[in-house]
């Protein structure tokens, strides 16, 4: 069972981002299921470094966007992407040194981080850029 469903309603109206946020959804899904079949660490940590790098070229793309088209809170988002890199990043370097392992409240916290920034954060932009005209 997968951790968590995209639904229409997460769609932001900015089509390189929903294919961008389908894929992550995708990605938690993928480390959550390798979790509970008890795959190696080796496995583990390869999806999450996948994860890891693929959530920085999508913040990278939407900071791009924000830029580019003078978004008025562009600093407060970026700070959510830069927090949720760090957090991500120092989970990933204790799971490496063998000093956490991936659990189901890892998972959820992936889950609600990525659902409530997409449903918040990510649907002000959205609207926001919409009405500039970018889809």
Do not use: C
Request: aromatic letters at 8%; a negative charge; glycine letters at 4%.
């Amino acid at each position: 069972m997968s951790l968590m469903e995209w639904n229409d309603n997460m769609s932001v109206g900015l089509e390189t981002a929903d294919t961008h946020h389908k894929k992550l959804v995708s990605m938690v899904n993928s480390l959550h299921e390798a979790m509970l079949k008890g795959e190696t660490k080796d496995v583990l940590a390869k999806i999450l470094h996948a994860l890891i790098v693929y959530t920085e070229k999508h913040f990278e793309y939407e900071e791009g966007l924000f830029k580019a088209n003078n978004y008025p809170d562009f600093q407060a988002h970026k700070q959510e992407h830069d927090e949720l890199t760090a957090q991500v990043k120092a989970l990933n370097e204790e799971f490496n040194a063998g000093r956490v392992s991936l659990s189901i409240e890892v998972m959820t916290f992936l889950k609600n981080w990525l659902t409530e920034h997409i449903m918040d954060s990510d649907m002000k932009a959205g609207k926001y850029l919409n009405d500039k005209g970018v889809h």
